[in-house]
């Protein structure tokens, strides 16, 4: 095998956005490349190592032995190594064998700008290129319209591992298998988007993907990544978004990881009371070191540009933004105002955010963000850290604890679903039933509610309707759209064979129509985020257990009134003050026989009348089934 021969794809201005930490698209410089120096083809490796006194590639074609092929250290101090071997190509295994300044320690690393790594518990990177050819330009141009923040944004998420497996090896499906069932099903239930629990390489199932290893490849566990891209392709043919779980939080200490990877702290924070994470038991990034944010940032626009994706659901942002996060007295250092906030992870969230944005305009970034943090879905130009949405935690938390309560205590509890109107409009809020929901003894959706089979199944119907009509975007957990009994097990597939069972039918064609409805409805979706699109009628009537509020569109024509009853008490001849004249149309009944509901609680359509109620000049008489959502809509 010949020599490394001295060559860069870095020019000087490379160097200084590097350094400067602007440097947002480091994939096309550091990792490997195949490419051809003076007629001859090989691979050109960089990797940054500064206190490295020697950096060795090792691999498949040099019997994984150090010094046979040693990379070049840069003349300019940016401790960027780097060098072409010619002859390394396409699926050629390789590491870094970093033989450091500190202790003569010696390290041996996969490639951080790795496209493609072994399958787990192989930890070797892969040299490779694809010639995908991308059919989605349809898509792409006018993305702007499906990722806007006025239009209908319904997520599915998904682990790829265990949505669906083969049953008889119980093996995972490929990319390519899930480009078409996948898809197929997602098309089929009238989702707008798929969010996918971490793609990128990880190297512990039970992590769910959480705990990185490689930020730019792939998991090889479905495939290769020109196999991804061709979910992604697929699902955009279809007219589907797709978001990536993204986790700039932390990351795993994994021998072949980031962590203490040129022999020094050189991605996580060296302190650790800002470098490790408790609960995790991971190490967080040094959000104030320039060159770990063009890392993370690059990061974030390579998905956005090599993957076409649609958006980021970043991580645990609460654990950045906040020092003493899962820490007792005397475990954190104050910010050097003497607060609690990591005024270096909020800076990078901002770059991140406005990186992402002028380069991207049509996506979304969305922040998994538990606390009460000012302005995270506001623009960094007035102060916000520039997330296109924020999950409502406070909604979950508080709906599905009013749910679980069986009905005749609800009345003391209204409390808990009018709380979320005081606040909702302060984010662009998205509502969430995530994974989290349905792991660790939490049950699952289905297992939380009270009653009887029937009660249990109607109370499901009617916590997604409330859900669905609520000001906000939503997202579903796999199964959840279904009922399934037991809770999430990333080991196996979701309980498919439950939809034979009418009650698990019921619901998950309740979410086919809801999302074809959500979707269809501009009331639900104009305004979702602003005070302007929601307005109570009744909240107070506690007694029964009845809300009563309107969604409104651009067009006051569009609004929708909608009466949820959280009783198994029908409520005939109740009475509702409307907005004007007109006449009242039923559009959705989530009690309807197709759903598992009783059938018997129908609308027809009716006059209003003059007679006041509730504040109101005009009224009419409703019909709302038990623990069911009815929806009306002025008749034109």
């Not at 959840?480 to 998950?508: I, R």
């Not at 309740?510 to 979702?528: T, V």
Request: aromatic share 16%.
């Amino acid at each position: 095998m010949a020599e490394v021969i001295v060559h860069s794809l870095f020019t000087d201005f490379d160097i200084n956005l590097f350094k400067s930490g602007k440097h947002y698209r480091l994939y096309e410089k550091f990792g490997s490349h195949i490419i051809t120096v003076n007629g001859v083809e090989g691979t050109y490796f960089a990797v940054w190592a500064p206190s490295a006194k020697s950096v060795s590639v090792i691999g498949d074609f040099n019997f994984w032995l150090e010094g046979d092929h040693k990379l070049n250290v840069r003349w300019d101090e940016s401790g960027i190594w780097e060098g072409f071997i010619p002859g390394v190509g396409k699926g050629n295994l390789y590491k870094y064998k970093i033989h450091s300044h500190h202790n003569d320690i010696k390290t041996e690393k996969a490639d951080p700008y790795a496209r493609r790594c072994e399958h787990p518990p192989k930890t070797a990177s892969i040299v490779w290129e694809d010639d995908y050819k991308w059919k989605d330009s349809k898509w792409m141009k006018k993305r702007k319209d499906h990722n806007a923040l006025d239009a209908p944004f319904s997520v599915y998420e998904v682990h790829l591992g265990s949505w669906k497996k083969k049953v008889e090896e119980n093996k995972f499906l490929t990319y390519e298998e899930l480009a078409k069932d996948l898809v197929t099903y997602v098309k089929d239930m009238n989702f707008t988007h798929v969010e996918l629990m971490p793609v990128m390489e990880y190297p512990y199932d039970p992590s769910w993907g959480y705990q990185l290893t490689g930020y730019f490849a792939p998991t090889s566990r479905f495939g290769y990544p020109e196999g991804f891209k061709l979910l992604v392709d697929k699902l955009h043919q279809n007219d589907i978004g797709i978001i990536l779980d993204w986790v700039p939080s932390h990351f795993p200490e994994d021998a072949h990881g980031l962590g203490f990877f040129d022999g020094s702290a050189l991605y996580e924070h060296p302190d650790r009371r800002k470098g490790y994470h408790p609960d995790w038991k991971s190490l967080i990034f040094n959000y104030g070191r320039n060159e770990v944010k063009s890392f993370l940032i690059s990061n974030a626009i390579f998905w956005l540009d090599q993957y076409h994706a649609d958006g980021l659901r970043v991580d645990a942002v609460a654990s950045m933004l906040f020092l003493d996060y899962s820490r007792e007295d005397g475990e954190w250092e104050p910010n050097m105002f003497g607060g609690r906030e990591n005024l270096e992870a909020i800076s990078f969230m901002r770059e991140m955010n406005e990186a992402v944005y002028s380069t991207f305009p049509d996506v979304q970034t969305i922040a998994e963000e538990s606390t009460a943090f000012p302005m995270v879905s506001k623009p960094t130009s007035i102060g916000g850290l520039g997330f296109g949405m924020k999950w409502m935690m406070g909604w979950m938390h508080d709906t599905l604890q009013y749910f679980a309560k069986e009905p005749i205590y609800r009345r003391f509890h209204q409390n808990d679903l009018t709380f979320s109107m005081t606040y909702a409009f302060t984010e662009n809020f998205m509502l969430p039933l995530s994974h989290d929901e349905v792991v660790y003894g939490k049950h699952s959706i289905l297992g939380r509610m009270p009653g009887d089979e029937w009660q249990r199944f109607a109370n499901l119907r009617l916590l997604y309707s409330y859900m669905f009509t609520h000001p906000g975007t939503n997202l579903l957990f796999q199964g959840a759209e279904f009922g399934q009994s037991g809770e999430w097990n990333f080991q196996q597939s979701l309980d498919w064979h439950l939809l034979q069972y009418d009650p698990h039918k019921g619901v998950q064609t309740l979410i086919k129509d809801l999302n074809k409805f959500y979707s269809s409805e501009p009331a639900l979706y104009q305004k979702q985020f602003s005070g302007e699109g929601f307005e109570w009628i009744d909240y107070n009537d506690s007694q029964n257990s009845v809300l009563l509020y309107i969604r409104k569109g651009n067009d006051t024509d569009d609004d929708l009134i909608v009466a949820c009853n959280m009783t198994p008490i029908p409520k005939g001849n109740y009475k509702m003050g409307v907005p004007r004249k007109g006449k009242l149309k039923e559009i959705f009944n989530s009690d309807l026989k197709k759903y598992f509901g009783t059938g018997m609680y129908k609308n027809k359509t009716q006059t209003v009348k003059t007679e006041p109620w509730q504040y109101r000049d005009y009224s009419v008489e409703i019909n709302i089934p038990p623990l069911g959502m009815v929806a009306f809509k002025y008749s034109k």
